[in-house]
C-alpha cells in the first residue's frame, strides 16, 4: 500500500527568504523557491497535482496548483533548466528514487500579499490508492545582510536578484550580483574588448562591505581571454569574508596575485582586499557579490544582500540618494 511517507517533499532553499524592495509604484515583497519531490518508496508512483498557498495570519492567501500537462511541463522545464537530473520525460510517473521539481517560483507582490507561512500539498497514487502529503515552512522577514557598497566611484548593476538572472541555478547565488564599470560610449571596454586591460572594470579596488574576518582567499587562478569563462574554477580568485550572523560575503572572479588579505585577517568597512579581474566562471572582468549562511558553497544558501547608504545615479544629473535597499538591475550605483 501507498504510505504517507512513500514520497518526500522538499521546499528549497531551506531558508525562504521574503525580500523587501521599494517598487516602482508601491513597496513590494519577492519571494523564491523551489519544491523537490522524491519517491521514497519501492514501487512507482504518480503525481497528481501539486500546489502551494502563502498563508497569513491576518487571512491573506495566495495559491497555485498543477496537475496534469501543466504539472508534466514543470517537471520538464526543471530538468531543462539543469535544476534537477534528468528523468524520463513527459510523464508524471517517479520510479524509486526518482525525483521531479517544480522549479524558480517566483512572486513579486505589493506589499502584504505574501503572507508568513509557506505550505506545499502534493497528491500521489500508487497500488491504486490515493494520498497526499503536506509539508510547511516559515517565511523568513530577517533582512538578511546590510553592508556598504563593496568599491568607489560609479558602477553598473548588471546582476541582481531577478527572475531572468542566471544565478539562480545555484542556491548559494539566488541573491548574487554582478557590477561592471561602463565608459562614454555605453560599452562596458574600450578598444576591442580583446584583452582584459581594455575593460574599465578592470583592476579597480574591491572593497569589504562590512567589517569581518577573512576565512578564504586564493589569487593562483589565471586570467581568462575574454569571452572563454574557466567553468572548472567557478569563483576563480576570491576572498570569503566572515561579517558575522552567520553571512559569509564571496568576493569573486579577481585578478591573479591582487588579493591583499589572507585567511584570519581583520578587515573593516572600505578596506581594500583585492582588485578586479576575469577569472573563474566570467566572460569579462567585473566584480561579482553574493552573501550565504555557510562557507562551504555546497551547503550554503543564498542571503538577500541590501546596501546602506548608496546613490541611484540613473541617467540623470543628480543622483538620488538611498539609505537602505537592494540594487535594481540596470541601475547605476555609487557609494
Known sequence: LVRADDIEVQILPDVVYVENFAGNVAPVDRVFFHIVIRNTSAHPVEIQWAR??????EGSLLSAQYSGAALMSQFDR????????????RTLVLQPDEQKAI???????????????????VAYT???????????????????????????????VSSEHSFLDSHKRLFAEAFAYDFLQIGADGRSYQRAGSQNS??????????????????????????????????????????VIDHGGGHYAYYAHLKPFSVYVRPGAQVQAGDPIGEVGNSGDSLEPHLHFHVVNDPDPDKADGVPAVFEKWKAQAYGSRPVERELGALPRGEFVAP
Not at 502551494?52 to 495570519?57: E, N, Q, R, V
Not at 526543471?78 to 520525460?89: K, L, Q
Not at 494520498?131 to 546590510?146: E, N, Y
Open 52 to 57: 502551494f498557498d502563502i498563508a497569513g495570519a
Open 198 to 239: 581594455d575593460y574599465y572594470a578592470y583592476g579597480k579596488k574591491v572593497l569589504a562591505s562590512a567589517a569581518g574576518t577573512v576565512v578564504m582567499a586564493r589569487s593562483d587562478v589565471a586570467e581568462n581571454v575574454p569571452g572563454i569563462p574557466n567553468t572548472n574554477t567557478p569563483y576563480g580568485n576570491v576572498v
Open 103 to 121: 522549479s524558480d517560483v517566483f512572486l513579486d507582490c505589493p506589499r502584504g500579499f505574501i503572507g508568513e507561512t509557506l505550505i506545499v500539498e
Open 78 to 89: 526543471a530538468i531543462d533548466e539543469r535544476r534537477i537530473a534528468p528523468t524520463p520525460r
Open 126 to 156: 500508487g497500488d491504486r490508492e490515493r494520498r497526499s502529503r503536506q509539508v510547511t515552512r516559515p517565511l523568513s522577514r530577517a533582512r538578511g545582510f546590510a553592508g556598504r557598497l563593496p568599491f568607489d566611484g560609479v558602477w553598473y
